[in-house]
């Protein structure tokens, strides 16, 4: 009995260390998004999401290892960087590395579900230290950037799951563009069938975290959990949404059946820009 318990526990241990090196298994995955045949330039896009700075699988100088060499036009952070007030230091060195890849339309972020269990003061001080390392935070707003010589609209939808998106306020005066969004939880274009965007950018699944056999934990996470689109491309009212899998992790530090994902998004920008829809 003894002898079994013990096979046991190396299994347990063996299978637990697996599960861990997993999180150090960082995929780079590069997305290619062609919105027409016409005539079209490429924005090139660095998404990073669900960093959870608490866990995170990368360090500062790793990270600028693995992006030193790529083009990047833009980069969006879609929210969850932590959940502690510690933690909030330990993001400096990230946006430093990121400042060091001097993309020129900047770089964006939204607030996640984790970021918001921050109280009031350490919310506005992260917020704060985001901005003064260069990174626009948005919240249900817009913003134009001019990407030779086409107009796109960067539209930052603030934290679905916990009831601070405010669709309306985030398309206000939106102009004739290309219409790009970040947000944290992706079950926002489950309403946005009257909101036009050209491609949406968001995180909050981890891409389960912990697979085995399915993502079953996340059944309470929203509606498109139970359409089985918990990671990677999808379209929804005929327009195409990626979810990243996260950097970081959340609760144990491991994962089953998911990787921690950098991604690399090529977005086909034509002069033929759509206008967007109002509210119905």
């Known amino acids: 009995m ?6 046991l526990l190396v299994v347990l241990l063996y299978l637990f260390n697996r599960a861990y090196k997993n999180t150090k298994d960082i995929i780079i995955n590069r997305i290619e998004i062609n919105q027409t045949n016409k005539q079209e330039s490429v924005l090139n896009i660095l998404q990073l999401s669900d960093m959870h700075l608490e866990n995170i ?20 952070l879609t929210g969850d960087f932590l959940d502690r007030k510690r933690t909030i230091p330990k993001l400096i ?10 993309v020129k339309y900047g770089m964006y972020a939204v607030f996640g579900n984790h970021d918001y269990v ?3 003061d350490d919310l506005n001080n992260l917020k704060e230290i985001l901005e003064v390392h260069g990174c626009k935070v948005m919240q249900n707003e817009n913003k134009v950037i001019s990407f030779e010589g086409r107009t796109v609209n960067i539209i930052g939808i ?30 926002i274009v489950l309403n946005m069938k009257n909101y036009h965007f050209d491609y949406l950018m968001a995180g909050h699944f981890h891409g389960g975290q912990i697979c085995y056999p399915k993502a079953y934990h996340l059944v309470k996470m929203g509606k498109l959990v139970k359409m089985n689109m918990i ?4 379209i929804q009212d005929g327009k195409p949404f990626y979810i990243n899998e996260g950097l970081g992790q959340t609760g144990i530090n491991i994962r089953i059946g998911s990787r921690p994902e950098i991604t690399l998004h090529q977005l086909s920008i034509s002069y033929n820009n759509h206008e967007s829809l109002p509210a119905s």
């Open 158 to 187: 603030d934290d679905y799951s916990t009831g601070r998106s405010d669709l309306e306020a985030s398309f206000a005066n939106i102009t004739n563009g290309t219409n790009l969004v970040i947000t944290h939880d992706p079950n």
């Open 231 to 234: 990671k990677g491309m999808h």
């Open 57 to 76: 699988s990368i360090t500062p100088d790793e990270l600028h290892e693995k992006l030193k060499d790529e083009t990047i036009d833009l980069i969006v």
């Open 2 to 7: 003894i002898l079994l318990f013990i096979a």
């Open 93 to 102: 060195p990230y946006l430093k590395v990121l400042n060091k890849l001097d």
């Open 118 to 120: 921050l109280r009031k």
